[in-house]
T-cell receptor, first 114, second 117 residues
Framework: AQSVTQPDIHITVSEGASLELRCNYS??????LFWYVQSPGQGLQLLLKYFSGDTLVQGIKGFEAEFKRSQSSFNLRKPSVHWSDAAEYFC????????????FGGGTRVLVKP | DGGITQSPKYLFRKEGQNVTLSCEQNLNHDAMYWYRQDPGQGLRLIYYSQIVNDFQKGDIAEGYSVSREKKESFPLTVTSAQKNPTAFYLC????????????????FGPGTRLLVL
């Protein structure tokens, strides 16, 4: 069975500093990978996705992620964090063989210091 | 204005009671999904449906039931058999494998928080 690990439960970053959120997955075939963001009490918003091709993916709100097959990772980055980036971030792996269901990591909560 | 709506925003359940969570989409999506979110556990799939009148169990289907009589609607019933129903429930939809192939993206509704009295 596939699995997704987000090693950092909480991350605190100063406004204007860079941010990197880690995501490692376990999946037998070529993975479909997603990053979603969730504000408190809200649904999930898609930040970016990777299916194939260029391993550096650009998303909304200035985020990018890099797929590294050799490390089974799909880390999310932002060069300069804004206070509005405080939220919970979820990495997910798509499983085409099972109705395209998503397997999610446990999430990383990002706090932004002024 | 296209999107996914979930109602109610908050729902309270008494012991032994069945409750139904609503999920409606006007995106003309074929596929719909229900997830449960607990703190620190990410989201877990309850049920999913790729087409009308068809649905499959996800990873944690016990104590839940669904129907898919209309393309736009995918209600979830939390039955009395679900002993720990307190959670945040998220509905999602996607275009569907038939039209988009395997490279699908799921879009999420705002969620319903279920609490037990």
């Amino acid at each position: 069975a596939q699995s997704v690990t987000q090693p950092d439960i909480h991350i605190t970053v100063s406004e204007g500093a860079s941010l990197e959120l880690r995501c490692n997955y376990s999946y037998g075939a070529t993975p479909y990978l997603f990053w979603y963001v969730q504000s408190p009490g809200q649904g999930l918003q898609l930040l970016l996705k990777y299916f194939s091709g260029d391993t550096l993916v650009q998303g909304i709100k200035g985020f990018e992620a890099e797929f590294k097959r050799s490390q089974s990772s799909f880390n999310l980055r932002k060069p300069s964090v804004h206070w509005s980036d405080a939220a919970e971030y979820f990495c997910a792996v798509g499983e085409p063989a099972a109705g395209n269901k998503l397997t999610f990591g446990g999430g990383t909560r990002v706090l932004v210091k002024p | 204005d296209g999107g996914i709506t979930q109602s109610p925003k908050y729902l309270f359940r008494k012991e032994g009671q069945n409750v139904t969570l609503s999920c409606e989409q006007n995106l003309n999506h074929d596929a719909m999904y229900w997830y449960r979110q607990d703190p620190g556990q990410g989201l877990r799939l309850i049920y999913y449906s790729q087409i009308v009148n068809d649905f499959q169990k996800g990873d944690i289907a016990e104590g839940y039931s669904v129907s898919r009589e209309k393309k736009e609607s995918f209600p979830l019933t939390v039955t009395s058999a679900q002993k720990n129903p307190t959670a945040f429930y998220l509905c999602a939809s996607s275009i569907g494998i038939k039209r988009e192939g395997l490279r699908e993206t799921q879009y999420f509704g705002p969620g319903t928080r279920l609490l037990v009295l």
